[in-house]
């Protein structure tokens, strides 16, 4: 059974960082992109960014709302892809979702993780 | 710029079928799309993959009572003998080389 579990989110503050992880299994990780969306209180998913396979290079993309504060990884030998934020502002506060990538389409959801970014 | 465009709101009464549309952003009209039922305090759950030529995959366990078609931009999630489990929003996706795309997402309310 595919499964995929977010961690790590909290409450910080303004400009501080924050690290999310997102621990699959069920599946062999390392041949599937990851992506991670996030939802904002009371709005529709966001999509944040992705980090392709290392057979399709390991790289990765981001929403411009992100993109230069957030950096995607990846750790296949563990099985876990990473969100790290850097310099959070109050609009990230959201839950932080990850999606297996099955050609572009997000086939497995895991549960999501809360960050809420507040002085 | 790749868009989606879905109707904030449908409803339907327990046993009817409700239709849900997501237009595709102009020029954009050969984008496949996947179709996502999101209900409150769960992760999203995807349902299935659509092909503007109207070949599709869906997820595991997704009851035949959802279906999907297209015509031209348009894509359609229809969803049958609707049941109280059912409630929740509903949300299209599609991708291109360096991007994903989510609609704004239509709320499903059974009467």
């Known amino acids: 059974e595919v499964q995929l579990v977010e961690s790590g989110g909290d409450l910080v503050q303004p400009g501080r960082s924050l690290r999310l992880s997102c621990t699959g299994s069920g599946f062999t990780f390392g041949d599937h992109a990851m992506t991670w969306v996030r939802q904002a209180p009371g709005k529709g998913l966001e999509w944040v960014g992705f980090?392709?396979?290392?057979?399709?290079?390991?790289?990765?993309e981001y929403a411009a709302s992100v993109k230069g504060r957030f950096t995607i990884s990846r750790d296949d030998s563990k099985s876990i892809a990473y969100l790290q934020m850097n310099s959070l502002k109050t609009e990230d506060t959201a839950v932080y979702y990850c999606s297996r990538d099955y050609g572009g389409a997000s086939d497995y959801w895991g549960q999501g993780t809360l960050v809420t970014v507040t002085s | 710029q790749l868009v989606l465009t879905q109707s904030p709101s449908a409803s339907a009464s327990l046993g009817a079928s409700v239709n849900l549309t997501c237009t595709l952003s102009s020029g954009h009209s050969s984008y496949a799309i996947a179709w996502h039922q999101h209900q409150p305090e769960k992760g999203p759950r995807y349902l299935m993959k659509?092909?503007?030529?109207?070949?599709?995959s869906k997820g595991d366990g997704i009851p035949d009572r959802f279906s999907g078609s297209s015509s031209g931009a348009e894509r359609y999630l229809t969803i049958s003998s609707l049941q109280s489990e059912d409630e929740a929003d509903y949300y299209c996706q599609t991708w291109g080389t360096a991007i994903r795309v989510f609609g704004t997402g239509t709320k499903v309310t059974v009467l």
């Open positions: 980090i392709r396979s290392k057979a399709f290079g390991g790289t990765t």
């Open positions: 659509f092909n503007s030529d109207g070949s599709h």
